[in-house]
């Protein structure tokens, strides 16, 4: 199980994510951690990816975690 304590700010993590969470379809996403938060749904990450987009992705939905 991945906790918001294995993720630190400024590392490069890769991991596939539902599209648009909720659906069977997984997605790629690459960039670097800004952010480790936690809320209703459990642990977050927001990462910032090579062409500047921002996003925040639950820990919980995340496939094939890489964290570097």
């Known amino acids: 199980m991945i ?17 648009h969470g909720t659906r069977n379809v997984l997605k790629r ?5 800004e ?3 936690s809320g209703k749904g459990g642990f977050n990450a927001t990462i910032r990816s090579e062409n500047g987009a921002v996003r925040t ?3 919980n939905k995340m ?4 964290v570097s």
């Open 29 to 33: 996403h690459t960039g670097v951690v």
């Open 57 to 59: 992705l639950s820990l």
């Open 63 to 66: 496939v094939d975690l890489s």
């Open 35 to 37: 952010g480790i938060g």
């Open 3 to 19: 906790t918001g304590t294995n993720i630190r700010k400024g590392q490069a993590l890769t991991c596939k994510y539902p599209l």
